[in-house]
């Protein structure tokens, strides 16, 4: 059974860069058919999709963040990572990592969610 | 502002029926069977319970069932249970800049 999970700082000072990594656990990240990606929940908002990734490396970003977020993966390690430069208190949220199923067009494996906290 | 229209919260009482409905355009609800739907429980991952509209992944109860009239999708869960208890996305495939937007989420109350 294929399980996500999320790891990095839960604290990142303003104008710093968020760095958090994805660890495929269960299956492999190489095996194609589905994507890779990262989702925030701002506290007691909705869901905000961020970017995804394929295996192949290639990436789509939500336009709104695109200047500021990298999506990379790392199939030796099964693990996907983001990126989120020049944060302020507005990036401040729960960050997901889910898979999305090209046949299903939809999230189905979540992680747990890492909370980030923007401050100084 | 979410992309997807909801209601803010919807109730029942046990053993009832509640439809949750998800608004959104021709751009993405109305133009894609790819709708899905979410259930979240407070600080919790959410939850696949629908996708491409009306399928059910393994594991989630019958009780659950998802339509879509044009513009509009709808997710119903019948003989309502204290634990259906949570917060309820939709989302969507779009043809606008990003390829899913979400609805603001609806809370669901079990009386």
């Known amino acids: 059974q294929v399980q996500l999970q999320e790891s990095g700082p839960g604290l990142v000072k303003p104008s710093q860069t968020l760095s958090l990594t994805c660890t495929v656990s269960?299956?492999?990240?190489?095996?194609?058919?589905?994507?890779w990606s990262w989702i925030r929940q701002h506290p007691g908002k909705g869901l905000e999709w961020i970017g995804y990734i394929y295996y192949s490396g290639s990436t789509y970003y939500n336009p709104s963040l695109k200047s500021r977020v990298t999506i990379s993966v790392d199939t030796s390690k099964n693990q996907f990572s983001l990126k989120l430069s020049s944060v302020t208190a507005a990036d401040t949220a729960v960050y997901y990592c889910?898979?999305?199923?090209?046949?299903?067009?939809?999230?189905?494996?979540w992680g747990q969610g890492t909370m980030v906290t923007v401050s100084s | 502002q979410s992309a997807l229209t909801q209601p803010a919260s919807v109730s029942g009482s046990p053993g009832q029926s509640i439809t949750i409905s998800c608004t959104g355009t021709?751009?993405?609800?109305?133009?894609?069977?790819?709708v899905s739907w979410y259930q979240q429980h407070p600080g919790k991952a959410p939850k696949l319970m629908i996708y491409d509209v009306s399928n059910r992944p393994s594991g989630v109860p019958d009780r659950f069932s998802g339509s879509k009239s044009g513009n509009t999708a709808s997710l119903t869960i019948s003989g309502l249970q204290a634990e259906d208890e949570a917060d309820y996305y939709c989302s969507s495939y779009t043809s606008s800049s990003i390829p899913w937007v979400f609805g603001g989420g609806t809370k669901l109350t079990v009386l």
């Open positions: 889910a898979r999305e199923a090209s046949s299903e067009r939809a999230f189905d494996i």
């Open positions: 269960g299956g492999s990240i190489s095996s194609g058919g589905y994507y």
């Open positions: 021709s751009s993405d609800v109305g133009g894609y069977n790819y």
